[in-house]
């Protein structure tokens, strides 16, 4: 077998990446060299390496496509040390800058905060050893890489560009990911270069070590750097700020085309299995949980059985501050907008669609209807549409495509649309994959996935209650390939149809497997059916108390989801309340219409004030934010 | 004073000051402030959660007092909405659950304060319903109302007491109270009796051997500290009598009132208050999550935070339904036990004095989720 050339950087930054490539990890299969950033990217866009360590902004640039590798990136969330602008007068001030020439990712940064900021000095690129040589009266210079350390105290002006990026956007800011073409690595090498990094990460210390011997400096100092300013996860907020980046680039005239951050195919990580983990008492498991360990089904099975409600509320709660300890609570402005209610599937449980068959209550909103929704949205300064409807035979992938375009020309809202089933729908009667369509889709302009349809994710449950919706495995393939070709999903779940514990626990097992596979999820949201009104005469518990257990085993066991939403809108305000101190960091919509569960009962609405009233009530700061979780200020 | 030493004080039983339930109030984590009030609440109950069958009566909603906070009342006779049930409407009520089969224990009667009535009104209303019944518990008529039949008849409170009961009444509820503190009762409710008036009458009442209830109005204008000084004064009161069963805290809804401006309470609230009610006023043994009120998911919550008491099945609930409450106007007892075990909780039906009228497997029953638990358990294992 021919080995994989792969470029990696030399910076501090990256060592943990390769730490376990350098210590024989997959000596058979890759022939690993060390370049600057900007040289990793050009030996990858020329062909000479399979794989390159590359700046993000090189990523988008890139004249062919490529894939990252899922799960390592070399980012951070706020200050990160050794991406700096420095100058000897301030930012505002200054009349051209200099450019770190290995730097690309970086470059482009600053170029779109300096756009944000309405600044427009003149940049200049040099050299990488002779960028602090630059600085002069109202010339600063943008310092990456190990030379930032040194740079911090010379200067009387530095800005720590992570810093003003999280300011920006209340995002991550990804620096660097490994990238290649289509097919040049493969699931065996993507776990190879994973355990790599896991294998960097358990050694920080002794890189931190080696690097001061080698180079200089106090290695305590370098170890904090490597633990706490730089993050190696590509997670789920990871994706989010990549997102950002390069959509406000794209809108800033840096890239030349919408990028997305598209992956390679990864395989599930095992999750570890403690022995004798049956013996354990519930205050240990609870105390586990709580530490952030990663819960099994049998642990979760226990605690949802056992643990005192408050107390498993009080786990989840500790969970919620250690993923979000900024104590903001964010929510969005949308609209869910049902733009047809003819379907085919027939499902007990909801009362809103009509069959193809019945010629008066059937409809499809016309242009008008939907642009006067889309403009009220727009007026109550709503962000997003929250694009749902019935499978109905009648709509082909053309119908979608136009009504995108006409969407994106007119409307300055983002569409959170099609839920997976309906997507399967349109592969099924256009005889397309579900790749094609998602693809087309994206080109005339969805931008995520809502994760409707879910209900339970087990087939035994999915058969009683809606024998012909897709099966557990379509429904999440469609968010894998959605997630793969960059789009960000939720993830819902239904509970109440009469299911067992365990299989609500199956559908949090086949959710995290996924997200360990992708990092594409950004949310998840439960809640109990809605019975009123519809064919499905079940008695089960669906009551708030109910509710609260399960939502805080979520947050327990969706240990890779970041944001945990509750649902007000079927739960009522209060009870959404309590569920943010049973692991919630999410408020939602404040809603303008939603069809489909107003139909059967659920009567709750609630503006922008109300929901900021009902964060603030609970203790919490109040954010509005948009799908990627960007942070949006309010004015 | 910190959390850490106010649940040390809790843990040794010390009665907690004002300064304690502000800091209570004001602790940023309210699960953690639920888990304490908890901990209280099973210390006195364990798991058992009480409620009753029971009807409302509000056999008139014409009232002399204009409170701010009102929805229901109608200030004149012929007032657009203004209603006074005669004697036979008022006891066909009565008359129509006993047809029914209905096992209600108690009526629950509350009146405005009509300025056209004579006292016999009153008398008669209780002892027809006696006469129906006999034995229906009758909880008629708030401090407020009693107050108002002293001066407006020319009795004493006792006097008021005594021949109400020669009538039939067996037990006092607890409205009225407000917020003892002198500057919200003059802003909210001036017509109504002084706070001194309010705890005067249930005084009497728990020493001619009456039992009662005692509530607090929060949501309006009041402030943290007179929320708590509220809660004082009813535990100083009952230090002395022992007379009260049940605390009630009543959420202040806001639609159709002169205070219309004002937000609700929001959930996160309502739960606070419980939790904190449990903690201060550790002398008074139940405390009730009003459903009707709290509609009924903060409820069934509540019962983690400090209440172990529903109320009742209620039937024909008027005063916070024209306040714009959203709730069912009654529940069937099934359907409360569901919600009790559904919380993780043990129901107990009782009467209004809290005599056990059924508990377990005499209970109307239905699956709690937590016993499915545990089978599918067995299966996965």
Same mark, same amino acid.
């Given at each position: 077998?021919?080995?994989?050339?792969?470029?990696?950087?030399?910076?501090?930054?990256?060592?943990?990446?390769?730490?376990?490539?350098?210590?024989?990890?997959?000596?058979?299969?890759?022939?690993?060299?060390?370049?600057?950033?900007?040289?990793?990217?050009?030996?990858?866009?020329?062909?000479?390496?399979?794989?390159?360590?590359?700046?993000?902004?090189?990523?988008?640039?890139?004249?062919?496509?490529?894939?990252?590798?899922?799960?390592?990136?070399?980012?951070?969330?706020?200050?990160?040390?050794?991406?700096?602008?420095?100058?000897?007068?301030?930012?505002?001030?200054?009349?051209?800058?200099?450019?770190?020439?290995?730097?690309?990712?970086?470059?482009?940064?600053?170029?779109?905060?300096?756009?944000?900021?309405?600044?427009?000095?003149?940049?200049?690129?040099?050299?990488?050893?002779?960028?602090?040589?630059?600085?002069?009266?109202?010339?600063?210079?943008?310092?990456?890489?190990?030379?930032?350390?040194?740079?911090?105290?010379?200067?009387?002006?530095?800005?720590?560009?992570?810093?003003?990026?999280?300011?920006?956007?209340?995002?991550?800011?990804?620096?660097?990911?490994?990238?290649?073409?289509?097919?040049?690595?493969?699931?065996?090498?993507?776990?190879?270069?994973?355990?790599?990094?896991?294998?960097?990460?358990?050694?920080?210390?002794?890189?931190?070590?080696?690097?001061?011997?080698?180079?200089?400096?106090?290695?305590?100092?370098?170890?904090?750097?490597?633990?706490?300013?730089?993050?190696?996860?590509?997670?789920?907020?990871?994706?989010?700020?990549?997102?950002?980046?390069?959509?406000?680039?794209?809108?800033?005239?840096?890239?030349?085309?919408?990028?997305?951050?598209?992956?390679?195919?990864?395989?599930?990580?095992?999750?570890?299995?403690?022995?004798?983990?049956?013996?354990?008492?519930?205050?240990?498991?609870?105390?586990?949980?709580?530490?952030?360990?990663?819960?099994?089904?049998?642990?979760?099975?226990?605690?949802?059985?056992?643990?005192?409600?408050?107390?498993?509320?009080?786990?989840?709660?500790?969970?919620?501050?250690?993923?979000?300890?900024?104590?903001?609570?964010?929510?969005?402005?949308?609209?869910?907008?049902?733009?047809?209610?003819?379907?085919?599937?027939?499902?007990?449980?909801?009362?809103?669609?009509?069959?193809?068959?019945?010629?008066?209550?059937?409809?499809?909103?016309?242009?008008?209807?939907?642009?006067?929704?889309?403009?009220?949205?727009?007026?109550?300064?709503?962000?997003?549409?929250?694009?749902?409807?019935?499978?109905?035979?009648?709509?082909?992938?053309?119908?979608?495509?136009?009504?995108?375009?006409?969407?994106?020309?007119?409307?300055?809202?983002?569409?959170?649309?099609?839920?997976?089933?309906?997507?399967?729908?349109?592969?099924?009667?256009?005889?397309?994959?579900?790749?094609?369509?998602?693809?087309?889709?994206?080109?005339?302009?969805?931008?995520?996935?809502?994760?409707?349809?879910?209900?339970?994710?087990?087939?035994?449950?999915?058969?009683?209650?809606?024998?012909?919706?897709?099966?557990?495995?379509?429904?999440?393939?469609?968010?894998?390939?959605?997630?793969?070709?960059?789009?960000?999903?939720?993830?819902?779940?239904?509970?109440?149809?009469?299911?067992?514990?365990?299989?609500?626990?199956?559908?949090?097992?086949?959710?995290?497997?996924?997200?360990?596979?992708?990092?594409?999820?950004?949310?998840?949201?439960?809640?109990?059916?809605?019975?009123?009104?519809?064919?499905?005469?079940?008695?089960?518990?669906?009551?708030?108390?109910?509710?609260?257990?399960?939502?805080?085993?979520?947050?327990?066991?969706?240990?890779?989801?970041?944001?945990?939403?509750?649902?007000?809108?079927?739960?009522?305000?209060?009870?959404?309340?309590?569920?943010?101190?049973?692991?919630?960091?999410?408020?939602?919509?404040?809603?303008?219409?939603?069809?489909?569960?107003?139909?059967?009962?659920?009567?709750?609405?609630?503006?922008?004030?109300?929901?900021?009233?009902?964060?603030?009530?609970?203790?919490?700061?109040?954010?509005?934010?948009?799908?990627?979780?960007?942070?949006?200020?309010?004015? | 004073?910190?959390?850490?030493?106010?649940?040390?004080?809790?843990?040794?039983?010390?009665?907690?000051?004002?300064?304690?339930?502000?800091?209570?109030?004001?602790?940023?984590?309210?699960?953690?402030?639920?888990?304490?009030?908890?901990?209280?609440?099973?210390?006195?109950?364990?798991?058992?959660?009480?409620?009753?069958?029971?009807?409302?009566?509000?056999?008139?909603?014409?009232?002399?007092?204009?409170?701010?906070?009102?929805?229901? /009342?109608?200030?004149?006779?012929?007032?657009?909405?203004? =209603?006074? *049930?005669?004697?036979? &409407?008022?006891?066909? !009520? %009565? #008359?129509?659950?006993?047809?029914?089969?209905?096992?209600?224990?108690?009526?629950?009667?509350?009146?405005?304060?009509?300025?056209?009535?004579?006292?016999?009104?009153?008398?008669?209303?209780?002892?027809?319903?006696?006469?129906?019944?006999?034995?229906?518990?009758?909880?008629?008529?708030? /401090?407020?109302?009693?107050?108002?039949?002293?001066?407006? =008849?020319? *009795?004493?409170?006792? &006097?008021?007491?005594? !021949? %109400? #009961?020669?009538?039939?009444?067996?037990?006092?509820?607890?409205?009225?109270?407000?917020?003892?503190?002198?500057?919200?009762?003059?802003?909210?409710?001036?017509?109504?009796?002084?706070?001194?008036?309010?705890?005067?009458?249930?005084?009497?009442?728990?020493?001619?051997?009456?039992?009662?209830?005692?509530?607090?109005?929060?949501?309006?204008?009041?402030?943290?500290?007179?929320?708590?000084?509220?809660?004082? !004064? %009813? #535990?100083?009161?009952?230090?002395?009598?022992?007379?009260?069963?049940?605390?009630?805290?009543?959420?202040?809804?806001?639609?159709?009132?002169?205070?219309?401006?004002?937000?609700?309470?929001?959930?996160?609230?309502?739960?606070?208050?419980?939790?904190?009610?449990?903690?201060?006023?550790?002398?008074?043994?139940?405390?009730?999550?009003?459903?009707?009120?709290?509609?009924?998911?903060?409820?069934?919550?509540?019962?983690?935070?400090?209440?172990?008491?529903?109320?009742?099945?209620?039937?024909?609930?008027?005063?916070?339904?024209?306040?714009?409450?959203?709730?069912?106007?009654?529940?069937?007892?099934?359907?409360?036990?569901?919600?009790?075990?559904?919380?993780?909780?043990?129901?107990?039906?009782?009467?209004?004095?809290?005599?056990?009228?059924?508990?377990?497997?005499?209970?109307?029953?239905?699956?709690?989720?937590?016993?499915?638990?545990?089978?599918?358990?067995?299966?996965?294992?």
């Amino acid at each position: 077998m021919t080995k994989k050339k792969i470029a990696a950087v030399s910076f501090l930054n990256a060592r943990p990446i390769t730490y376990g490539l350098e210590h024989g990890l997959g000596d058979d299969r890759f022939d690993l060299s060390f370049e600057l950033p900007s040289r990793c990217a050009e030996l990858l866009e020329r062909g000479e390496v399979d794989l390159g360590l590359v700046p993000s902004a090189s990523y988008a640039a890139a004249s062919g496509e490529l894939r990252i590798v899922p799960g390592i990136a070399i980012a951070g969330f706020g200050p990160v040390r050794t991406v700096l602008l420095v100058g000897e007068v301030p930012w505002s001030e200054m009349k051209a800058i200099a450019l770190d020439g290995a730097s690309r990712s970086s470059a482009m940064l600053l170029r779109l905060l300096c756009k944000e900021r309405g600044l427009t000095p003149r940049f200049r690129e040099v050299p990488h050893d002779e960028v602090l040589d630059a600085v002069a009266e109202t010339t600063g210079a943008l310092v990456i890489g190990d030379a930032g350390f040194a740079a911090a105290t010379r200067f009387p002006h530095t800005v720590d560009l992570g810093a003003a990026w999280r300011e920006l956007t209340g995002l991550p800011f990804v620096y660097a990911v490994w990238a290649g073409r289509p097919g040049a690595v493969g699931p065996e090498d993507v776990a190879i270069l994973q355990e790599s990094l896991a294998q960097g990460l358990a050694a920080r210390a002794t890189i931190a070590r080696a690097w001061s011997e080698a180079h200089g400096g106090d290695p305590a100092d370098y170890e904090r750097y490597l633990q706490r300013d730089i993050r190696y996860q590509l997670g789920a907020e990871e994706l989010s700020g990549l997102s950002a980046f390069f959509d406000r680039a794209r809108g800033a005239g840096l890239l030349p085309r919408a990028v997305r951050p598209r992956l390679f195919e990864a395989r599930p990580r095992i999750a570890p299995v403690a022995p004798g983990a049956a013996s354990r008492s519930i205050d240990s498991l609870l105390a586990d949980a709580a530490s952030g360990k990663r819960l099994t089904p049998d642990d979760a099975l226990r605690l949802y059985a056992d643990a005192p409600t408050l107390e498993l509320g009080a786990a989840a709660d500790a969970r919620r501050q250690a993923l979000h300890p900024d104590g903001e609570v964010t929510y969005i402005i949308d609209r869910n907008v049902n733009y047809t209610n003819v379907c085919v599937t027939r499902c007990k449980f909801c009362n809103f669609y009509r069959p193809p068959t019945n010629k008066t209550d059937g409809y499809v909103l016309s242009r008008e209807q939907l642009a006067q929704k889309f403009q009220e949205t727009v007026d109550l300064g709503g962000v997003q549409i929250l694009l749902q409807g019935g499978l109905n035979p009648k709509l082909p992938i053309g119908w979608y495509e136009d009504l995108f375009r006409w969407m994106k020309a007119n409307f300055p809202l983002a569409i959170h649309g099609l839920s997976p089933e309906e997507i399967r729908y349109i592969a099924e009667i256009e005889n397309m994959s579900i790749r094609q369509v998602i693809e087309r889709l994206i080109a005339a302009g969805l931008d995520s996935i809502p994760g409707g349809g879910a209900e339970i994710l087990d087939d035994e449950i999915r058969y009683q209650i809606s024998p012909l919706k897709c099966s557990t495995d379509t429904w999440l393939d469609v968010m894998r390939e959605g997630h793969g070709l960059g789009l960000r999903t939720t993830a819902t779940m239904v509970f109440g149809f009469g299911e067992q514990p365990r299989h609500v626990v199956s559908h949090f097992e086949r959710l995290r497997a996924l997200q360990d596979e992708t990092s594409g999820f950004t949310a998840f949201i439960c809640w109990p059916f809605q019975a009123e009104g519809t064919r499905l005469k079940l008695r089960d518990d669906t009551t708030a108390m109910r509710y609260l257990r399960v939502f805080a085993l979520a947050r327990l066991y969706l240990d890779n989801f970041p944001s945990l939403q509750v649902s007000w809108p079927t739960m009522g305000p209060e009870v959404g309340q309590v569920a943010l101190r049973f692991g919630g960091n999410d408020f939602g919509s404040a809603m303008i219409e939603e069809n489909v569960v107003s139909q059967a009962g659920a009567i709750f609405k609630l503006g922008a004030d109300d929901i900021e009233r009902y964060i603030r009530a609970a203790g919490f700061v109040p954010r509005r934010r948009n799908m990627r979780y960007e942070r949006l200020a309010v004015a | 004073m910190s959390f850490a030493a106010i649940r040390d004080k809790v843990r040794a039983g010390e009665p907690l000051s004002l300064a304690d339930g502000v800091a209570l109030y004001e602790h940023p984590n309210f699960i953690e402030v639920g888990t304490l009030a908890n901990e209280v609440r099973e210390r006195l109950h364990g798991d058992r959660t009480f409620f009753n069958r029971n009807m409302h009566i509000n056999a008139t909603n014409v009232c002399e007092a204009s409170c701010m906070f009102c929805s229901f /009342a109608r200030l004149k006779v012929g007032d657009e909405g203004a =209603y006074t *049930m005669t004697h036979e &409407e008022a006891w066909g !009520r %009565l #008359r129509a659950r006993v047809a029914a089969a209905d096992a209600i224990t108690e009526i629950h009667i509350v009146n405005g304060l009509h300025p056209g009535l004579p006292f016999d009104y009153y008398t008669e209303l209780l002892a027809g319903l006696k006469r129906i019944q006999p034995a229906i518990h009758l909880k008629a008529f708030t /401090a407020v109302e009693i107050f108002y039949y002293a001066k407006k =008849y020319g *009795m004493s409170v006792a &006097e008021v007491l005594t !021949r %109400l #009961r020669t009538a039939g009444l067996d037990s006092i509820p607890g409205g009225g109270a407000e917020i003892f503190a002198p500057r919200v009762r003059k802003k909210i409710c001036d017509d109504k009796c002084t706070a001194d008036e309010w705890l005067d009458v249930h005084r009497t009442a728990h020493q001619m051997g009456l039992r009662s209830n005692c509530t607090m109005l929060y949501g309006t204008i009041e402030t943290v500290e007179e929320r708590v000084d509220h809660m004082l !004064r %009813l #535990r100083a009161l009952q230090d002395e009598t022992g007379g009260f069963q049940t605390f009630i805290p009543l959420a202040f809804h806001p639609d159709n009132n002169a205070l219309m401006k004002l937000p609700a309470p929001t959930g996160v609230e309502d739960l606070r208050t419980y939790a904190v009610a449990r903690l201060m006023l550790h002398n008074i043994p139940h405390i009730k999550a009003y459903w009707i009120m709290l509609g009924v998911k903060t409820a069934q919550t509540a019962l983690w935070f400090g209440a172990d008491d529903l109320d009742g099945t209620v039937q024909e609930e008027r005063i916070y339904h024209m306040a714009g409450a959203e709730t069912p106007q009654v529940m069937s007892p099934a359907e409360i036990v569901r919600i009790i075990r559904n919380a993780g909780r043990t129901p107990v039906e009782r009467d209004t004095l809290y005599n056990v009228v059924a508990e377990g497997a005499a209970l109307a029953s239905d699956k709690p989720f937590r016993r499915d638990v545990r089978r599918s358990l067995e299966v996965v294992s």
